[in-house]
């Protein structure tokens, strides 16, 4: 049965979590600029504010009162309504991610977060789906060919890689046996297959399943690598090319703060959450230190965000899409049904051994990770160069150019290029 609570307690957790998540949003910007700064030998914001730690505050403001320009071929309340659906999605999707434990405030305790629903994990896949309407209808609103192209092109991305995802998470909860978001860190609050000292979190077990998800996590967020929504080379800004001011800060904040959500997400799904050690500690820590845990395991995927985009180049549009339907989603669909095997043994025949469980987990990831990085030159056609490409001797022969092989910069010949 559900606890109740005074209106009051409903209205600070509520508050408390979307403050949370909206500084940390805050702090991930000032964090990205300063260190892809000393990543690239330069220096980053640095003069508003101690470490220039008031920049994004000044962004924001300057942003807010930008012009606001809206063309005159929009769609204009399409055209406003997209930025409103991402926003508003990245803030409802945090709603079923617990910061912490139990705190008492004024006689009442109460968890730290907003709905703890029977739904649970499926409020934040749905949300996810819901943030994909924000960049179609921002890209076909502006009525524009690159907004277009770059919202279709995110569309797709997006829709991909949520089938992965979802299956990563149906994984975790087949393994858990809940879908309710308590549940899943309470069953990651004991220790790993009976041995002391090692914490039960589920990314040991269901390694394959966490894999995915961080790839898919960092496509859905539209990261780089994965960032072709805004491949400027080709598509000039993407699906928010007509926005400026403010609707194109909403698309900004969105952003970013789905780096920040996925990575509460992977945190409280396979590395329980804001469980931690207490050190035999009272009150006030033992509501404190659960939200420091939470803070530290979600920093360190938020620095993952920030060092994957200063050190990968943008992948290629087709390695992309390849990569979410013949890598991750098998790879998640046939690990989803060894787990459901995992559990059925489990209440049938006592379950397998602690080190067979183990070393299919580990097994099911080397696979994986050599999926990911090694044998990728089987996507060549014959008389293709590796990738897909023509080999450059036998483009000349063809008599055509190749743009991929062929230097057509400034300093080539005009009629060389004709030819």
Do not use: C
């Not at 502006?142 to 997006?158: E, I, T």
């Amino acid at each position: 049965m559900t606890e109740t609570f005074p209106f009051w307690v409903y209205l600070v957790r509520a508050v408390a979590v979307f403050l949370y998540f909206l500084l940390f949003t805050a702090l991930l910007i000032w964090a990205e600029r300063r260190i892809l700064g000393r990543m690239q030998s330069r220096l980053g914001p640095n003069r508003v504010g101690p470490f220039g730690i008031m920049q994004t505050l000044v962004d924001g403001l300057k942003m807010f009162f930008k012009e606001d320009v809206t063309p005159g071929m929009v769609n204009k309340p399409i055209f406003v309504l997209a930025p409103l659906i991402g926003v508003i999605a990245g803030f409802l999707s945090v709603a079923v991610i617990p910061l912490g434990g139990n705190v008492t405030m004024f006689g009442e305790t109460f968890p730290l977060v907003v709905a703890d629903l029977h739904v649970g994990i499926l409020w934040f896949l749905a949300m996810g789906s819901i943030h994909v309407y924000s960049t179609f209808l921002a890209g076909w609103a502006s009525n524009s060919p690159y907004p277009l192209l770059g919202g279709v092109r995110s569309s797709a991305q997006m829709v991909s890689y949520e089938i992965a995802q979802g299956l990563a998470v149906a994984s975790v909860f087949i393994y858990t046996g809940s879908l309710r978001v308590s549940d899943i860190i309470a069953a990651q609050d004991q220790a790993l297959f009976g041995i002391e000292g090692i914490p039960g979190w589920n990314v040991v077990p269901l390694f394959p399943a966490f894999l995915v998800f961080v790839v898919g996590m960092v496509a859905e967020a539209g990261r780089p690598p994965f960032d072709l929504a805004e491949a400027e080379g080709e598509l000039v800004g993407g699906f928010n090319t007509e926005y400026s001011g403010m609707k194109f800060g909403m698309f900004m904040l969105a952003e970013f703060m789905a780096a920040v959500t996925m990575s509460a997400v992977v945190v409280t799904l396979f590395f329980g959450g804001p469980n931690g050690p207490t050190f035999g500690l009272g009150e006030p820590f033992t509501s404190l230190l659960p939200i420091l845990w939470f803070t530290l395991k979600v920093s360190v995927f938020v620095l993952f965000f920030i060092l994957l985009r200063g050190a990968l180049p943008r992948v290629r549009y087709k390695q992309l899409m390849d990569l979410g339907w013949k890598v991750l989603i098998p790879v998640a669909l046939v690990w989803t049904m060894v787990t459901a095997g995992f559990v059925l043994i489990e209440e049938v025949e006592g379950g397998l051994p602690d080190g067979a469980r183990i070393t299919l987990a580990v097994l099911a990831g080397l696979v994986l990770l050599f999926a990911l990085f090694g044998g990728r030159g089987d996507d060549t056609e014959p008389g293709t160069a590796r990738g897909g490409r023509r080999a450059p001797a036998e483009t000349a022969a063809a008599g055509t150019v190749d743009p991929d092989t062929t230097d057509v910069g400034f300093d080539a010949d005009p009629e060389e290029v004709s030819r």
